[in-house]
T-cell receptor, first 113, second 110 residues
């Protein structure tokens, strides 16, 4: 099915471990995003990539790094996981500028113990 | 700074009731999005609109650009409509970054 695919869906990490969340879209979208969703906080932007080869910080970038590997793929890396990074992570994409439908991945549930 | 406010935060209804969720925003926009998230699930786009009204099944979305306000209506609500409904706006002026409301949690009892 066309859309946004993110992996893994569930992950438990120990404090200090590293991991990468993978995201891929097959809709030829320019813009891709990583959000975290916490109870009562709504969706908060971690990083985004307006186009292939560019990345920018969002609202809550500390503790994360990203790579826009190509137009399809945008990965999020936690270098040294902390319990405060326990959250649900969503990758999203849309084509070009604002005014187009936003597509989300199914979410990645991450627990840091 | 663009703010997106949704009301109510929580909503409980009986099956069959007519439901309205409101969204207000503070800046000019190129589009407004209504999204749905079922418990433990992903986020799906219900509507994207820049003017007027759109209808899909029992769901109706309206927007008043002058008043910077949108409403999502659910007619003949059903327990399967229980979900979080999220309003998001795409600011005008070429911004790449949508702004999201905190969501409205809807529970429909049979």
């Amino acid at each position: 099915n066309a859309g946004v695919t993110q992996t893994p869906k569930f992950q438990v990490l120990k404090t200090g471990q590293s991991m990468t969340l993978q995201c891929a879209q097959d809709m030829n979208h320019n813009s891709m995003y990583w959000y975290r969703q916490d109870p009562g906080m709504g969706l908060r932007l971690i990083y985004y990539s307006a186009s292939e080869g560019t990345t920018d910080k969002g609202e809550v970038p500390n503790g994360y790094n990203v790579s826009r590997l190509n137009k399809r793929e945008f990965s999020l890396r936690l270098e040294s996981a902390a319990p405060s990074q326990t959250s649900v992570y969503f990758c999203a994409s849309f084509f070009g500028f604002s005014g187009n439908t936003i597509y989300f991945g199914e979410g990645s549930w991450l627990t840091v113990v | 700074k663009n703010e997106v406010e949704q009301s109510p935060q929580n909503l409980t209804a009986q099956e069959g009731e007519f439901i309205t969720i409101n969204c207000s925003y503070s800046v000019g926009i190129s589009a407004l999005h209504w999204l749905q998230q079922h418990p433990g699930g992903g986020i799906v786009s219900l509507f994207m609109l820049s003017s007027g009204k759109k209808k899909h099944g029992r769901l109706i979305a309206t927007i008043n650009i002058q008043e910077k306000h949108s409403s999502l209506h659910i007619t003949a609500s059903h327990p399967r409509d229980s979900a979080v409904y999220i309003c998001a706006v795409s600011p005008s002026g070429g911004s790449y970054i949508p702004t999201f409301g905190r969501g409205t949690s809807l529970i429909v009892h049979p």
